[in-house]
Each structure stands twice: as structure tokens, then as C-alpha cells.
């Protein structure tokens, strides 16, 4: 049994206040300072001491193996905010025990808009990878874990060897997440499952006191994992799970520092890169005629694309997106691939009513999802009166 | 960054947004609202009374004695006007001037006029205060509950020479109505009601903090009662060709309708098709009317004056956008009856209605860039529209006049163990 521990690294390029008034002003719809202040907050508390310990963690235990996906929006903020942190980042891809994990590069909705926006992005991707780190991913992963036949065909097409998904009940009828499977609409394409209760333990539970295993130690954890049957355990989660979504002071650090002597104990146990993994016989083909994802009850879109306002914005931009392809302007298309990023419309989120809210509110930069809608809903109108001048079209109001 | 991830406290985090202290969290919340073991007697030292009534107050009070009397209680009503009131059942009004003697007051009182100790205003509720003291006959009394500042003096010597506690509700204070140039008569009257009092009720999260922080006011006794609006039969939206932006409100500085002027000049060019209409009226009539002028939006703004109940009603099915830009705005109650007709809503964010509110906007009072632009942001999306009309209607309608009544009553009883006179 491997276990297949792979972590996420991303940071969306949030919007500043863009008003109303500012259309057509030519301000920036990103607050840069704000973002990289942000980033410089979270990579202080998670991303240079969890980088730290996994690479302790790595020259401790040679057996040991981490897959990381790293967006292109995080790389940038990286360099212009925490330059280290890059470099941590080389030093872990360097020990060849480390797998990265190809995607779009702006986190970003491409997959639902029309070619070749997605195959564009995961090749500006695959090229920033090339470039940062001379690696080549052999796996893919959508934004927010997305997945379905169609995907796999693209996978397939873009010379993939497997790709991430959720491991829900609703596409594997039965049978268990801890295989490898094959995508049904593209059999060279290999699947790697989220196993999500054991994921979301650490992911979400972890420091939850109301939660009756509180508080996991490495040992019990360690523990369910060597008890859990099969060939591959995928432990997906953010990588801001440690030390960001998790504080410090929970132990979450600690915790993952002592997970890999604790994983020894077992003699069965082991650990694989995503691409180690691909090594598995796929168990049977899998089928998933809709967009499948990591996020809610459903494992779909909905927190996305789930209200009235986040699928106004999302068509509106694609409409603007039409305009913008035939802009031919650098700058007008990197804007726009940038409003593509998926956390835009995650912020424009209506969860039930009142305080449920706020719990979700944690993740968004706007005070509500109408602020995020108005703001957004600004910029891209904005970005069209830009495509629509820069084509020569007389504006119409 | 993208999970849902269910926090430990995540009301404290609410909480601290809303301008609580760490540690408050939610502590308007009457932990458990208790319903009372009998029927108790409440004086209610008020001052108008529908069918008058000019601001928060007088509406306040009838909803209030209207839900008490619901719960089985029995409530005397006073107030400086000799009426007419719309009669509620189980409550009896009192008044100077009826059979226990007195003077009763001019209505309309003249707020504004005569900030002298000896003007008819100052007179009036002198003698209001004398009357109330002397006050008898009254059976049995539980509580007796001053509104505001009017009977404060007369209403503490009442719970006293009875032996009951008092329960003083602020609706506004006159630091705020007179934006920081106090009539140290009336703020006299405040301190003193705040002093006397065993329990003080706050409309709002940001008037507690100011109770507490500017008249001393001992936070362990100040709880946060909000106000509410009654669901009342929705008129069809009137489509017209021309769009609404709407104010209705007192004509006061307090209110910032100054902003709202200025926030129409910048709104107006991009939006033909928008009329801004102001509706109410005040001290400030005059002048805004000549600052429309100025600001060369006369022909895009239109005055109604004052405007009855169900006049209210039509103009805010007809509109697209209310805005209330006030200053200072202890509750704010025309902005929960817009979001209670489903009207896409603006709100400073010293409101109350702001504390309660996720599907309004909350601009600060003073950008005048940022009213003008969430104005227009609601006029150019048809789905911002829809989806904040929809929600601020959930978030007015979701409690209503008998969880606040039951919330005072909660209040009545910890005053009444407090005092040791009860329950």
C-alpha cells in the first residue's frame, strides 16, 4: 500500500476595488501590494516552515514522497513577494522524491470555456514548470480537482499519463478509492483518487476540538492509514492546510514532521510520487459524464458556479473572452486569463443564510458575494471596453 | 484556498467585523429568550404614538406594546400628546390632561426649535416629567420602560416611589442627532435615564458601544434589541420608464442626504433613464433643494415631502435602489422596510441596519465615489439587483416585532431579578 501525499500551492491575484467610477480610468483591477502582503503572511506561517520540514522530513526518510502542484499566479506572487520560497520549492524538487502536478496555469476556469483556452493555459503551465524548475509533469489536475470524460480525452490529447480526481462513491459504484483506475473515454489515461475521509481528517478536521478523534496524533493516523485496504491512499489537500488553514499552535506542523517514522512502523506501508503511482494495473474504467470536483456535498461546480450571480459573471466572461481573443493585446488577455481564476467566483458564494456565511466567508477578500459580484462584474466590463476600443468598435453604453 | 472549511468560532470572527470586542461574539443575543411565568404590568414612558409619529420611535413603541399585549402582558402607554392614538387592545393610554390632571404637549413638538431651557419644547416635557412623577392609580406595575430621553426624569421617580425597575431604551442619542454639538439640557435627561436605569436596551451593536464609551453606561447592563418590520402585503413592481433611486427619511444632518445629492451628480450621466426622489421632510428641506440646484441635477431630482405609510409602499415597489447615507444612524429603519419590499439596498455602515445586514452594501458616509458607484452598480446589474433584493427581503422578514418583543420581555425579567422585585 502507497500512500500518495500531494499538496496544492496557489494563490489567486485578487481584485482591488475597482468602482463603478474607475471604468475606463485605466487602473489596475489588482491590488498588487495587498496580494503580496497576503502572501508574504501565509508563507511566514506555512509555506517556509512546512517546506522546511518536508524537506527534513525527506532526508530523514528516504522512503519518503510528496507531490506538489504549484499554479502559475502563486509563482509570480512567490517571486515578487518571497523569492525563498521558490527556491525552497527547487531544493524539494531537486531530492527526485518529489513529484510536480501539471494544471492551468491561472487556477482558472479554461476547461468551461472554448478551445484552446485550456490547452493554452496548461501549456503556459507545463512551460513555467520547464522554465522554474526543468521539470515535466506527467500527471494533470484540474482547478478545484475537476474531472470528467471529457477532461480525460483532453488529458489524453495533451500527452498525460494520469490525471487527479475526487474519490466519490458517486463515480466508483462500489468500488474502493484506493486503486488506480483508468478514465473510460481515455484508457492511457490513469486516475489517482482523493481518498476524502482520510484527506479531510487532516485537511479539515484535524483541529476541530468537537471532533471525537481530537486530538489525531501521526501514530493513530498512521494507524487508520495501515488499516485501510487496497494499493494507493491519495491524501489531497491544500498545501495551506499546514500552518495557514491549520495554525501552528494546533501541532499541524508537528504532526506531519512525525507522520513518516510513524508510517514506518508499518511494514506494508510505503509512500509514491503521483508519477510512482501511475506504476499500478488500472483496476477498471471509470466514468464521470459530469464535472466532478473536490468542493461540497455534491462534488460539483456549485460553489462556483452553483448561484445566479457566479454564472452571470462567468458568462459574461466568456462573452467578453470572444472579443479578447480577437483583441490580440498581451495585456488585455493576461487581465482576463487572470479574472478566469476560479477563487473570483468562489468569493460571489450565497451559502445558506446568516451566520453560515461567515464560515464561508473565511476564504473570500469582499465583505459579501454581492461586493465580489459588483466588483468583478466592473473589471470585466471594463476589459470589454478595452477589447472592444482596442478592435476599433465605437462603445455603446 | 478553495475548500469550505467549517472554523472553530467563527462567530467571534463575525462578530469582530461587526465591530464587537473580542470576546462580545454574540452577545445581543438574549441567550435564551425566557417567556415571563404571569402576565406582567409595564408603564411605557413614550412620546408619540401612531397615528403620529416622525422617526423609529413612535413605530417602535406601537409594535412593541402591539406584541406585548400578544404575549399576555398588559402595558400603560404615556405620552406627552393628548392623542388621537390607534387604539391597541390591552393597552391604556395615558396622557397629561386626561383625568389625572396636567397639561399635555403641542403635536407636532418643534425638535428644532428653541434649544433653551425655558422654550415651549423644554417646557413641555418639563411638565411631562412633573405629570409622569406624580402619576397613580396605576394597579400593580412589574416594569416601567422609558423610551429615549423625554421621560426620563419622571419615569425613574415613578420606579422608584413604586419600588420597580426601570428599563431605559436609547433609539438615538444627542450626541448623534446634533452630530457632536450636544444641548447639554437634553444630554442631562440621557445620563441621568442611563444611570437610573437597572437595564438598558441599545437598537443597535455600534449605539451600545457608544452608550458604554461616551455616557459610561456599565456594559453588563446594556443588551441590543434591533428593530424589525412587519411583513405587509407586496404591491406588483410598477415598471415605468423611468428608474427610481429612492430616500425616505427625516431631512436631518444627521441623515447625509448631502451625499446622496452628490452621489446622484455622478450617477446621472451614465443612467438617462434614473430619477433620484427624496422623500420626507425636515430642517434641511430647503437647503437640499437649493444644493440640487447647485450641483445642476434639479431637473434629475424630485422632493415629495412627507409621505403617508402606503404612499411609502408604492414609491418602494417602484424602485430600483434605496439608499440611506446617514451620517448617523442609530437602527435605520426605512432601509429594513426597502429590504423588506425586496429593494436592493444601500446603508452606511455606522447603521444599525448594517450590523444585521449581509445583502445590502455598506459604504462609509463620507465616500460619496463609493455611494455613487454601488448606485450604479445596482442600476447596470439586473442580477445584483435580483439576488440583494432577494436576500435583504429573507434578512428583514427572517425575525420580525415578536422575537424583539420576546427579547425585551427577557430584558424585563433579568431587570426585574436585578432590582430583586421579581418575577
Known amino acids: 500500500m502507497k500512500i500518495v501525499l500531494y499538496l496544492h500551492l496557489h494563490q489567486p491575484w485578487r481584485l482591488a476595488r475597482f468602482r463603478y467610477l474607475d471604468l475606463g480610468s485605466g487602473r489596475s483591477y489588482f491590488d498588487v501590494d495587498r496580494n503580496l502582503a497576503i502572501f508574504r503572511g501565509i508563507a511566514e506561517r506555512c509555506y517556509r516552515p512546512t517546506m522546511d520540514r518536508l524537506l527534513r522530513a525527506l532526508a530523514e526518510h528516504p522512503e519518503f514522497r510528496v507531490s506538489l502542484s504549484v499554479t502559475g499566479t502563486f509563482l509570480e506572487q512567490a517571486r515578487l513577494a518571497a523569492p525563498d520560497v521558490i527556491d525552497r520549492l527547487r531544493e524539494l524538487y531537486r531530492t527526485g522524491r518529489v513529484a510536480l502536478v501539471g494544471e492551468t496555469y491561472y487556477h482558472s476556469l479554461a476547461f468551461l470555456v472554448p478551445p484552446p483556452e485550456l490547452s493554452e493555459e496548461v501549456r503556459l503551465h507545463r512551460e513555467v514548470l520547464r522554465k522554474e524548475f526543468g521539470a515535466d509533469p506527467k500527471v494533470l489536475r484540474m482547478t478545484e480537482l475537476a474531472y470528467s470524460d471529457d477532461l480525460a480525452r483532453f488529458a489524453e490529447g495533451e500527452r498525460y499519463q494520469g490525471m487527479l480526481a475526487e474519490g466519490w462513491e458517486g463515480a466508483l459504484h462500489g468500488q474502493p478509492p484506493t486503486h488506480v483506475y483508468c478514465a473510460v473515454s481515455a484508457p492511457t489515461v490513469l486516475l489517482l483518487l482523493r481518498h476524502y475521509p482520510l484527506s479531510d481528517d487532516v485537511g479539515f478536521r484535524f483541529s476541530s476540538t468537537s471532533w471525537n478523534e481530537y486530538p489525531l496524533t501521526a501514530e493513530k493516523y498512521a494507524g487508520w492509514l495501515a488499516a485501510t485496504p487496497g494499493d494507493v491512499i491519495g491524501l489531497f489537500m491544500d498545501f495551506e492546510t499546514f500552518g495557514e488553514h491549520h495554525a501552528a499552535r494546533t501541532g499541524i506542523l508537528e504532526f506531519l514532521s512525525a507522520l513518516p517514522a510513524q508510517v514506518a512502523r508499518h511494514p506494508h506501508l510505503g509512500w509514491a510520487t503521483v508519477e510512482e503511482a501511475l506504476g499500478n494495473k488500472p483496476r477498471a474504467p471509470i466514468s464521470v459524464p459530469y464535472t466532478m470536483s473536490w468542493a461540497d456535498q455534491n462534488r460539483d461546480l456549485g460553489a462556483w458556479l452553483g448561484n445566479d450571480l457566479q454564472r452571470s459573471a462567468f458568462e459574461a466572461a466568456k462573452k467578453v473572452g470572444v472579443l479578447v481573443q480577437q483583441a490580440d493585446d498581451e495585456g488585455i488577455l493576461t487581465d482576463w486569463r487572470k479574472l478566469l481564476t476560479s477563487d473570483h467566483f468562489y468569493y460571489m458564494y450565497v451559502s445558506g443564510h446568516g451566520a453560515d456565511q461567515g464560515v464561508h466567508q473565511y476564504f473570500s477578500s469582499y465583505e459579501s458575494p454581492y461586493d465580489a459580484y459588483a466588483n468583478y462584474m466592473n473589471a470585466m466590463t471594463d476589459l470589454r471596453r478595452r477589447a472592444l476600443d482596442r478592435l476599433g468598435v465605437p462603445i455603446l453604453k | ?423
Open chain 2, 1 to 423: 484556498m478553495r475548500r469550505r472549511v467549517p472554523r472553530a468560532a467563527p462567530l467571534d470572527e463575525l462578530a469582530a467585523r461587526q465591530g464587537a470586542r473580542p470576546g462580545e461574539g454574540e452577545f445581543h443575543r438574549l441567550v435564551r429568550p425566557e417567556t415571563a411565568p404571569r402576565p406582567l404590568h409595564i408603564v411605557l414612558v413614550g412620546w408619540e404614538f401612531p397615528p403620529h409619529h416622525t422617526g423609529g420611535l413612535g413605530v417602535h413603541c406601537y409594535e412593541l406594546v402591539k406584541e406585548l399585549t400578544k404575549l399576555g402582558h398588559r402595558v400603560t402607554f404615556l405620552s406627552p400628546f393628548p392623542g388621537p392614538f390607534t387604539p391597541v387592545d390591552g393597552v391604556t393610554f395615558r396622557h397629561p390632561g386626561d383625568a389625572t390632571g396636567g397639561t399635555p404637549a403641542e403635536y407636532p413638538p418643534a425638535y428644532w426649535e428653541g434649544r433653551t431651557p425655558d422654550s415651549p419644547f423644554a417646557n413641555a416635557t418639563d411638565g411631562y416629567n412633573v405629570w409622569i412623577s406624580k402619576l397613580d392609580r396605576l394597579g400593580p406595575v412589574d416594569v416601567v420602560h422609558v423610551h429615549d430621553w423625554f421621560g426620563t426624569v419622571g419615569g425613574a421617580a415613578l420606579a422608584e416611589r413604586l419600588h420597580r425597575p426601570m428599563v431605559m431604551t436609547v433609539h438615538s442619542t444627542e450626541y448623534d442627532r446634533s452630530l457632536g454639538h450636544p444641548w447639554d439640557h437634553i444630554l442631562a435627561r440621557e445620563l441621568s435615564g442611563i444611570r437610573a436605569a437597572t437595564r438598558v436596551i441599545a437598537v443597535s451593536r455600534h449605539l451600545r458601544l457608544q452608550l458604554v464609551e461616551r455616557y459610561g453606561a456599565d456594559p453588563r447592563r446594556v443588551r441590543v434589541v434591533y428593530n424589525a418590520v412587519r411583513p405587509t402585503d407586496r404591491l406588483e413592481r410598477i415598471d415605468s420608464t423611468k428608474r427610481v433611486v429612492l430616500y425616505v427619511g427625516r431631512l436631518a444632518a444627521m441623515k447625509g442626504v448631502d451625499t446622496f445629492l452628490r452621489a446622484a451628480q455622478r450617477v446621472v450621466p451614465s443612467f438617462p433613464d434614473v430619477l433620484f426622489v427624496i422623500a420626507g421632510e425636515g430642517p434641511e428641506y430647503a437647503r437640499l433643494i437649493q444644493l440640487a440646484a447647485t450641483l445642476g441635477i434639479g431637473d434629475r431630482v424630485m422632493f415629495l415631502g412627507k409621505v403617508s405609510d402606503e404612499e411609502r409602499e408604492v414609491l418602494l415597489s417602484g424602485s430600483s435602489v434605496f439608499v440611506l447615507p446617514s451620517v448617523v444612524e442609530p437602527f435605520g429603519i426605512a432601509a429594513l422596510e426597502a429590504m423588506a419590499a425586496g429593494v436592493p439596498t444601500i446603508v452606511s455602515k455606522t447603521s444599525g441596519v448594517a450590523e444585521i445586514s449581509t445583502g445590502t452594501f455598506r459604504v462609509d458616509f463620507w465616500d460619496v465615489e463609493e455611494f455613487a458607484s454601488r448606485i450604479a452598480e445596482l442600476l447596470e446589474y439586473p442580477t445584483l439587483r435580483r439576488a440583494m433584493g432577494e436576500m435583504g427581503q429573507w434578512e428583514a422578514l427572517r425575525e420580525g416585532w415578536p422575537e424583539r418583543a420576546r427579547e425585551t420581555v427577557t430584558v424585563y425579567l433579568d431587570a426585574m431579578r436585578a432590582f430583586g422585585s421579581g418575577p
